[in-house]
């Protein structure tokens, strides 16, 4: 772990942060355009929107607690294109079992 840490430069670490940031605003608009009630805090790699059903939420493997689900977005998320299957799955699910 250390090494993995000291073996990548200040800029590159800001770059990977950025990128994370950046995959997690575009996630949250994504689901807030298919009207799921989706955020996260400015500086947070973390989306937060209603718990699907636990059909949807095991077999993407969200962390839920409650009525909330949350996606951790790290950096093997290369790009939006690899949550859109998911965050259609859940915008679909949400659609069918509540209010929205």
Known sequence: MWYAV????????????????EIASQATNVLN??????WRNKFSNIVVFPK???AVWRKYHLAVENAIAHIVVN????SLDTLLPALKDIATDLHKTTLL
């Open 6 to 21: 000291k073996s990548v430069s200040v800029e590159e670490h800001q770059s990977r942060i950025k990128h994370c940031l």
């Open 33 to 38: 355009e298919l009207g799921v009630p989706a």
């Open 52 to 54: 699907p059903s636990e």
């Open 75 to 78: 950096g093997h998320v290369r």
